[in-house]
């Protein structure tokens, strides 16, 4: 440590260069760590709110829940327990003549069922009337206010906001929490229409009774329109940013380690331990790594202050934790290159030079 | 007594055709208090001598005895103990870290060997004796060549080794300086009771050694 400390305080430009990019490194992975965080909430932000375990669909809806239908005969008298809820999904299309317009999905829940006990208000109070719906802060952002009056998919009939509610997102659209009854009429189905999906926050429950289907929550999750396909392109970019970095600091070390070979086989030569310079070069990568990393947290954290709220994006500790051991470990894999080399110095190199 | 002693001591590189005997039959000593100057011209052989009396590689044959234990063939991990305990380097150029202070070097020496240095009241009266004390919060480079040959020997007298191992140490300066490391020497072997080696071809060192030996061709005869 003694060593690399005070290599790095003499050669503060060499030094500050490598910290340089390893912090555009480290920012580069925050930032769209927290993105891909981001996104990947506001398509499942619901059912976490709901603390779903599983998901019964109509077996012909391909894992949709806006396509799923659950007509009377799907649904058995003794189908649902207290941790079961109906729950009716229909994307619609906002429109209030003071407000901008909003692409939202409708969700039909019950009084008596958990999903209604369970929305975190913000502001107002749950719906209680078929024409009364709760909306997510999104609209809030917007400028929409309580007693607000909404059109959905052009109908004649108004719904009235009565309150805001925190963490409502599904497929990154902001919610409509409704009455079943409202649902129905949006969906103008067939009278034996019920619901698109039963919800469980129970993880043992199953239901397969007629076109009913289980879908564990990760499944249904995964079939997400988009879902999958936007986390995977995140995780690629993060992964060839680790390598980027491990290329960069081995590079960079073996380059330094080769222009200071002469150094170390004097230093071997007065009787410094071969492990004395291994730590030097190990702890240095560290130090350099850590140093860009710091100003990396602090930059992304500037940097999602000054965002706008519309960005979806969401820094947490899970990211600095996963980024930082990710970096930390790339580093010591990155510093075992150059300290090939520096067990292979012959201190008799430093006579006769 | 001879605190350092080679005995027969072969050094060959190389085999068959290509097989070169750096060293023949060498026989030397040196006692503590003495400066001992192994003189010769380049290709005869100097450096393969020091690089083996300093335990930095092993002979092909005969022994090396520091005090009384023959370390002609003690592991790697022993070799850069005994360097660091009984055996001080003086190199040609570039012998001291460029990224530590002359102060740091000393501090270097600290870190990796704990007990046996000669202490901060002693090295202050030796940076006295080498007029370096007030460059030690100077790097390397902004020292003159003599400067650096100074704080290199203090670096390496700082551990404490009863024998210093110099090579070329005048290669890179003046007459003057010359005169005044000759003299240093001499004064630090009598004062610190050290075996000094200097391994050089510059014959203006000649008056300031009480021995010494010349190598031509890998062989080593006493002069004087």
Not at chain 1, 135 to 147: C, E, I, P, S
Not at chain 1, 242 to 270: C, D
Not at chain 2, 111 to 136: D, F, T
Request: net charge positive; proline share 3%; with cysteine.
């Amino acid at each position: 440590m003694f060593l690399a400390i005070k290599e790095i305080k003499r050669e503060k430009l060499r030094y500050g260069l490598i910290i340089l990019m390893i912090f555009l490194i480290s920012y580069l992975i925050f930032i769209l760590s927290a993105l891909a965080t981001g996104l990947a909430s506001e398509n499942t932000q619901a059912l976490e709110s709901w603390n779903a375990q599983k998901v019964i669909l109509n077996i012909n809806a391909n894992v949709s829940m806006s396509q799923s239908i659950l007509t009377k005969s799907d649904l058995k008298k003794d189908a649902l327990t207290k941790d079961e809820a109906l729950v009716g999904q229909i994307p619609v299309v906002v429109k209030n003549s003071k407000r901008p317009q909003i692409s939202a999905q409708f969700i039909g829940i019950k009084k008596e069922q958990f999903i209604y006990h369970d929305q975190e208000l913000i502001a107002g109070r749950r719906a209680k009337k078929n024409n009364e719906v709760t909306v997510d802060q999104a609209f809030k952002t917007k400028g929409y206010q309580l007693g607000d009056k909404l059109a959905l998919n052009g109908s004649a009939k108004k719904y009235r906001i009565v309150g805001f509610i925190k963490n409502a997102k599904i497929n990154i659209a902001p919610i409509i929490y409704g009455t079943l009854q409202s649902w129905k009429k949006l969906r103008q189905g067939m009278p034996t229409l019920r619901a698109s999906a039963i919800v469980s926050r129970n993880p043992d429950y199953k239901y397969n009774y007629q076109n009913c289907k289980t879908y564990p929550i990760d499944q249904f999750i995964k079939k997400l329109p988009g879902y999958t396909a936007q986390n995977m392109t995140f995780e690629l970019m993060i992964g060839f940013l680790y390598v980027i970095s491990l290329i960069i600091i081995a590079v960079f070390l073996y380059i330094l380690t080769m222009q200071k070979m002469h150094n170390y086989a004097v230093m071997r030569a007065q009787g410094i331990p071969s492990s004395t310079l291994v730590k030097a070069t190990i702890s240095q990568a560290l130090i350099l790594v850590l140093a860009g990393l710091i100003i990396g947290l602090i930059a992304t954290m500037i940097t999602i202050k000054v965002l706008p709220a519309a960005v979806p994006i969401s820094f947490t500790p899970k990211i600095i934790l996963t980024g930082t051991i990710g970096l930390l470990v790339t580093a010591i894999i990155g510093s075992l290159i150059p300290v090939r080399s520096i067990l292979k110095v012959d201190p008799a190199q430093a006579i006769g030079e | 007594m001879a605190i350092i002693e080679l005995k027969n001591v072969q050094k060959v590189y190389g085999t068959g055709a290509a097989q070169v005997v750096a060293l023949k039959n060498i026989n030397f000593k040196a006692s503590l208090g003495e400066v001992v100057l192994i003189m010769g011209p380049s290709g005869a052989g100097k450096s393969t001598f020091l690089t083996i009396a300093g335990s930095l590689q092993k002979p092909t044959a005969g022994k090396v005895i520091v005090g009384s234990r023959d370390i002609a063939h003690i592991s790697t991990r022993e070799s850069d103990r005994l360097r660091l305990t009984q055996l001080g380097f003086v190199l040609q150029a570039y012998n001291l870290v460029p990224f530590l202070k002359i102060k740091e070097q000393f501090e270097l020496v600290n870190k990796v060997k704990k007990e046996g240095n000669i202490g901060a009241a002693k090295l202050q009266e030796l940076l006295k004796q080498l007029g370096i004390s007030s460059l030690i919060d100077k790097y390397p480079n902004e020292l003159s060549g003599g400067q650096q040959q100074r704080a290199a020997i203090a670096r390496a007298l700082y551990a404490n080794p009863q024998i210093l191992l110099a090579d070329e140490p005048t290669a890179s300066l003046d007459s003057e300086n010359v005169a005044e490391v000759g003299q240093l020497f001499k004064k630090l072997a009598k004062d610190y009771h050290k075996a000094i080696l200097l391994v050089t071809h510059d014959p203006r060192l000649e008056q300031y050694a009480d021995h010494i030996y010349e190598m031509m061709d890998g062989k080593i005869k006493q002069k004087s």
